[in-house]
């Protein structure tokens, strides 16, 4: 069993920033890639970024250049530094990752940008 934990989220007007963590605790060991996910209200869950464990990372082309993700193995946890906000970025961000074939979810932070 993996659990995560996210927290960081708030309010924060149109162009500002937060940063969200993600703890990760329990069997990490076999864990690999941690990922950011963001539900708008209303929308389907995107994804938004990923990280491996060597630091190799990605980006949804909606987040490019605005947020950046990392990681410290040695903390177990994953950040997604989001910059530059837009109403649009509003909605709950999840922290996710995988252990062999079962993926785990954290139970989410909300992130509300105002304009």
């Known amino acids: 069993q993996v659990q995560l934990v996210e927290s960081g989220g708030g309010l924060v007007q149109v162009g500002g920033s937060l940063r969200l963590s993600c703890v990760a605790s329990?069997?990490?060991?076999?864990?690999?890639?941690m990922a950011w996910h963001h539900q708008a209200p209303g929308k389907q869950r995107e994804w938004v970024a990923h990280?491996?464990?060597?630091?190799?990372?990605d980006y949804a082309d909606s987040v490019q250049g605005r947020f950046t993700i990392s990681r410290d193995n040695a903390k177990n946890t994953a950040y997604l530094q989001m910059d530059s906000l837009k109403p649009e970025d509003t909605g709950v961000y999840y922290c996710?990752?995988?252990?062999?074939?079962?993926?785990?979810w954290g139970q989410g932070t909300q992130v509300t940008v105002s304009s």
């Open positions: 329990g069997s990490i060991g076999g864990i690999n890639s």
């Open positions: 990280i491996t464990s060597s630091g190799n990372t």
């Open positions: 996710h990752t995988f252990v062999g074939a079962r993926a785990y």
